[in-house]
C-alpha cells in the first residue's frame, strides 16, 4: 500500500475537490431532472384536461326540479329553485354562515356568500353548482337535511338552497363554476 | 442475522461444505430458524409473528393468480371480477382467500401490535424493531385501501374519492397533490391504473421491511410475558423444535378460522354495496371503509368544527394520521422503567381500557355520522390522545410495580412451584415476535 500512500501526496488535493464536487452537483441535478418525469407523469393526462365545456339544454326544467350533468368527472347539478329555497337563501345573515365566501368561478374570490351571489345576475332562482361535497368529495343528496338544501351521507355535511356549508366538517361552501346562459334554455359550464 | 450467539452449523455433507464456503445461506437459516435461542416462556400471544409471515406470502401468491384474470380498467375492473367469481376455474376460491385474507392480515397484525404495546415490546433495545412495525402496518394499510378500490364497486369508487380527499385539506399544494395520486379532477380510470400497479408493488416492499423487521429483531432478542432480559442458558430453548411446533400449532388454528370464514361467511367482513358497479354520480347513502379502518375513520369524523386557525376538514385528517405518528412514539412516551404489563397493575388496567375504546371507536365508524355517535367518536378520540399523552408518560412516574422474579427462570419455576426441568416442557416458546 505504501505506492498508493506515496502517489497521494504528489495528489493535487485542488484537483480531486473541484472532481467531487463536479460530480456531486452533476449527479444532483441529474437524478432531479430524472425524477421529475416520474412525478409529472401522475399529473391528470391531455386527454383529461382537454377542453372541458357543456352545453346544457334546461328547457324541461320546471321550478322546483334539478338536472345533473357530469363535467370534467364531477356531477353539476342545475336546479332551478321555488320561491321557498330562494327565500330561505336570502333570510341567512352572512355572520351565520360557516364560510362567508361565495365560491363563485364567476365573481372575484373574495365576494360575500349573499344568495345572490352563489348565482349568476337576472337568473337567481337558477342554482349551478358542482354538486361534490367540499369535505372529502361525496356528492351530497338534494332537497335534504336540517336546512332543506343538501346533505352529505359521509361525514354528515349540511349544506343549505343555495349549497352554503351550514353544519358538519365540511369546511367551504360548494363550488359554483364558471357558467353562462347562452339563451333563454341553455347553460354551457366551463 | 444472530447477534447474540456464535454459529453451531456444521455441514455434513460435501455439498453443504462447498456451499457453506462459498455463500453460507443454509447456515444463516440454520442460525436464524434452528439453533435460535427463544426465550422459555413464550405464550401464544407470541406466534402472530409467524403468521404474519404466512399471510403476507399467501395473500402475494393469491395476488399474482387474481392479476392474471383482473382488468384494471374502469370499463372492465368491474365484469372481469365477476368472471374471476364465475367464470375462471376456481376463481371464487382463490378471491375469497385474497379478500378475506386481507382481514385476516389485519387481525393477525392487530393482536401482534396489542401484544406489543402489553408486554412493552417496544422499550430499549427495541425500538427500531417497533418502527419497522409501524411502518409494515402503514404499508399494509396503503395496500390494502388500493386493493379495495380495484373490484371498481360502489365502496372502491366512493372510499377512494373520501380517502385521497384527506390530501386536499393540506393548505396551498392540497389539491395539486390529491390531483397527482388520482390522476384528474375525480378519482376514474388513471387513478385505478396506477392504484392496481402500486398494489401489486407494495406487498414486495412490505415483504423488504420484514427482513429489516427480522434482522432488528434477532440483534435483540425476542421479549417474554415477563419483560426480563435473557440472563443465562436456562432461560430459552432452541427454536426447533420448540418454537416451530408451537407457531405450526397456532397457524394451523388460525388457517382453519380463516378457512370458516372462506367457505362459509366470505362476504361476512365486507359491504353489500361493493356489488354494486361504480358510478361516479350517485353516493351510496353511507360510506364506511374496511373494518380494519374503522377506529381511524371514527376519529376522522370526530372533529366537525373548527380548532383557531385549523378548519375542520384539516383538523379531522391531523388528527387522524396523528392517531398513527403516536403509535411510532410510544417508545418515548412510556416512561416505566418496567417493560411488562404483568408487572404494571395500573398500566394493565389502562391498557384494557384502551383496547375497549378503540373498539368502541369502530363501532362508531360504522354508524351513521347522526345523534349520539359523533359525540362519543369526540369522547373515544380525546380518550386515545390521553391515552398515549398523559397515561402512559405519567403512569411510568407514579405506579408501583409488582415484585419482580430475577429472572425468566425463576419466574417459570414460581409459576410451575417446581423443578424447572426439562427446559422446554411446561414452556414453549415460538419467535419472530
Ligand atoms: C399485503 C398484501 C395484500 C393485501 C393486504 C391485499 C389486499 C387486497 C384487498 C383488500 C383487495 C380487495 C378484495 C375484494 O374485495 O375483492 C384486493 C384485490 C386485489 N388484489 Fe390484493 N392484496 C395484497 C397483495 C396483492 C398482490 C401481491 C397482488 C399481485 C398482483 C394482488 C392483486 C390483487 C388483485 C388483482 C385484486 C383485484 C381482484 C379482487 O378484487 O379480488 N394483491 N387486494
Ligand atoms: S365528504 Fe361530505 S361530509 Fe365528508
Given amino acids: 500500500m505504501s505506492a498508493h500512500e506515496a502517489a497521494d501526496e504528489t495528489v493535487d488535493g485542488n484537483r480531486r475537490d473541484f472532481l467531487y464536487i463536479a460530480t456531486g452537483m452533476v449527479g444532483v441535478v441529474g437524478a432531479a431532472s430524472v425524477a421529475w418525469p416520474f412525478i409529472d407523469q401522475m399529473q391528470p393526462d391531455a386527454s383529461t384536461l382537454a377542453l372541458a365545456q357543456v352545453e346544457v339544454d334546461v328547457s324541461s326544467v320546471q321550478k322546483g326540479a334539478s338536472l345533473t350533468v357530469k363535467w370534467r368527472g364531477k356531477p353539476v347539478v342545475i336546479r332551478y329553485r321555488t320561491d321557498k329555497e330562494l327565500e330561505e337563501g336570502k333570510t341567512v345573515k352572512l355572520s351565520d354562515l360557516k364560510d362567508p365566501i361565495a365560491r363563485n368561478a364567476n365573481l372575484p374570490s373574495d365576494a360575500p356568500a349573499t344568495d345572490a351571489n352563489r348565482t349568476v345576475p337576472k337568473r337567481e332562482a337558477w342554482l349551478v353548482m358542482v354538486e361534490v361535497c367540499t369535505h372529502l368529495g361525496c356528492i351530497p343528496l338534494g332537497e335534504q337535511g336540517e336546512f332543506g338544501g343538501w346533505f352529505c351521507p359521509c361525514h354528515g355535511s349540511q349544506y343549505d338552497t343555495a349549497g352554503r356549508i351550514r353544519k358538519g366538517p365540511a369546511p367551504e361552501n360548494m363550488a359554483i363554476p364558471k357558467y353562462e346562459f347562452t339563451s333563454e334554455t341553455v347553460v354551457r359550464v366551463g | ?433
Avoid at chain 2, 372510499?159 to 385521497?164: D, F, N, W, Y
Avoid at chain 2, 390530501?167 to 385505478?192: C, E, K, R
Avoid at chain 2, 394451523?252 to 356489488?275: E, K, Q, R, S
Wanted: a positive charge.
Fill in chain 2, 1 to 433: 442475522m444472530s447477534g447474540m450467539q456464535h454459529s453451531t452449523y456444521t455441514p455434513k455433507s460435501g455439498i453443504g461444505r462447498w456451499v457453506d464456503a462459498r455463500m453460507p445461506l443454509p447456515r444463516l437459516m440454520y442460525d436464524s430458524f434452528v439453533a435460535y435461542p427463544v426465550p422459555r416462556n413464550l405464550n401464544y400471544a407470541y406466534t402472530f409473528g409467524g403468521i404474519l409471515s404466512l399471510m403476507l406470502v399467501l395473500q402475494i401468491l393469491t395476488g399474482v393468480v387474481l392479476a392474471m384474470h383482473y382488468a384494471a380498467n374502469s370499463d372492465l375492473a368491474f365484469n372481469s371480477v365477476e368472471g374471476i367469481m364465475r367464470d375462471v376455474n376456481n376463481g371464487w376460491l382463490l378471491r375469497y382467500m385474497h379478500s378475506t385474507g386481507a382481514s385476516f392480515f389485519f387481525i393477525a397484525v392487530y393482536i401482534h401490535m396489542f401484544r406489543g404495546l402489553y408486554y412493552g415490546s417496544y422499550k430499549a433495545p427495541r425500538e427500531l424493531l417497533w418502527i419497522l412495525g409501524c411502518i409494515i402496518y402503514l404499508l399494509m394499510m396503503a395496500t390494502a385501501f388500493m386493493g379495495y378500490v380495484l373490484p371498481w364497486g360502489q365502496m372502491s369508487f366512493w372510499g377512494a374519492t373520501v380517502i385521497t380527499g384527506f390530501f386536499s385539506a393540506i393548505p396551498l399544494v392540497g389539491d395539486w397533490i390529491q390531483q397527482l395520486l388520482i390522476g384528474g379532477f375525480a378519482v376514474g380510470n388513471p387513478t385505478l391504473n396506477r392504484f392496481f400497479s402500486l398494489h401489486y408493488l407494495l406487498p414486495f416492499m412490505i415483504a423488504g421491511v420484514v427482513v429489516l423487521h427480522i434482522w432488528a429483531l434477532h440483534v435483540a432478542g425476542q421479549t417474554n410475558p415477563t419483560g426480563i432480559e435473557v440472563k443465562s442458558k436456562t432461560d430459552t430453548v432452541p427454536f426447533s423444535p420448540h418454537a416451530t411446533v408451537k407457531d405450526g400449532f397456532a397457524m394451523i388454528v388460525f388457517l382453519f378460522i380463516f378457512a370458516y370464514f372462506i367457505f362459509y361467511i366470505p362476504n361476512f367482513l365486507g359491504h353489500a354495496d361493493n356489488f354494486v358497479e361504480a358510478n361516479p354520480l350517485k353516493t351510496p347513502s353511507e360510506i364506511v371503509p374496511e373494518w380494519y379502518f374503522l377506529p381511524f375513520y371514527a376519529i376522522l369524523r370526530a372533529i366537525t368544527f373548527n380548532i383557531g386557525p385549523i378548519n375542520s376538514k384539516l383538523g379531522g385528517v391531523l388528527v387522524m394520521f396523528g392517531s398513527i405518528v403516536l403509535l411510532f412514539i410510544v417508545p418515548w412516551l412510556d416512561t416505566s422503567k418496567i417493560r411488562s404489563a404483568v408487572y404494571r397493575p395500573w398500566y394493565k388496567l389502562f391498557f384494557w381500557i384502551f383496547i375497549a375504546d378503540v373498539v368502541m371507536l369502530g363501532w362508531v365508524g360504522a354508524k351513521p355520522p347522526e345523534g349520539i355517535y359523533p359525540m362519543l367518536a369526540l369522547l373515544g378520540a380525546i380518550w386515545y390522545y390521553a391515552h398515549f399523552l398523559i397515561i402512559l408518560p405519567v403512569l411510568g412516574l407514579i405506579e408501583t410495580p409488582r415484585r419482580m422474579p430475577n429472572s425468566i427462570t425463576e419466574a417459570v419455576l414460581e409459576k410451575n412451584g417446581g423443578s424447572a426441568h426439562p427446559a422446554g416442557a411446561a414452556a414453549a416458546p415460538q419467535t419472530k415476535g
